[in-house]
C-alpha cells in the first residue's frame, strides 16, 4: 500500500497534463485556441498565487512538524501551497467546458495526488486545500477573461 502511496504523490501528476493533451487534440480549432489561452492564464495566475502564498504564508512540512521521515524524502522548506495539487486541480477545472467525463477524471487524479502527499507527509491539508482555491480562482479569472475577449470580437471577423 505504502508503493501506491509514494507512486500516486509523486508521480501520478503527470496523468493530468496527458488527459489535456488528449481533450485538446479531440477539440475543434477554435476550442483549442480557448483552450490553449485559458491554460496559460491558469498556469500564471497559478504559479503568482503559489509564489504569493508561499510567500506571506509558511507551513511547516507534517513531517518536520512531527519529527518523522516522510515516505519521499524532501526538503523540509515551505509546504504551502502544494505544487502538484496545484498542477492537477488546474488542469482538471481547466477541462469542465471541454469534456466533463474527461475533467471529472482529472479531478479525480488530483484529488488522488493531494491526498496521496497529505499520507506521505509532505503537505498538510490547508496546503491541499489552498491549492485546490488557488486552482479554482485561476479558472475563474481564465474564463472570464476568455470570455470577455471573445464577446468584444466583432461578429463580422
Not at 507551513?59 to 526538503?75: Q, S, T
Not at 495526488?113 to 485561476?138: E, F, N, Q, T, Y
Not at 470577455?148 to 463580422?156: D, I, L, T, Y
Request: glycine fraction near 8%; proline fraction near 6%; aromatic fraction near 10%.
Amino acid at each position: 500500500m505504502t508503493g501506491l502511496i509514494v507512486f500516486c504523490a509523486k508521480y501520478l501528476f503527470v496523468l493530468t497534463p496527458l488527459l489535456a493533451l488528449a481533450v485538446f487534440w479531440k477539440c475543434s480549432a477554435a476550442n483549442r485556441k480557448t483552450m490553449f489561452v485559458r491554460g496559460l492564464i491558469v498556469l500564471m495566475v497559478g504559479v503568482v498565487l503559489a509564489k504569493a502564498g508561499g510567500a506571506l504564508y509558511f507551513e511547516p512540512r507534517p513531517f518536520v512538524v512531527h519529527h518523522v521521515a516522510p515516505l519521499i524524502p524532501h526538503d523540509a522548506n515551505n509546504g504551502f501551497p502544494s505544487d502538484h495539487t496545484l498542477l492537477t486541480f488546474g488542469v482538471g477545472f481547466l477541462l469542465f467546458p471541454f469534456s466533463r467525463r474527461v475533467a471529472a477524471i482529472a479531478v479525480l487524479v488530483a484529488a488522488t495526488v493531494g491526498l496521496a502527499r497529505i499520507l506521505c507527509l509532505l503537505h498538510s491539508p490547508l496546503d491541499i486545500g489552498a491549492s485546490i482555491l488557488m486552482a479554482a480562482v485561476g479558472n475563474l479569472i481564465a474564463w472570464q477573461a476568455v470570455r470577455r475577449k471573445e464577446s468584444m470580437v466583432p461578429a463580422s471577423v
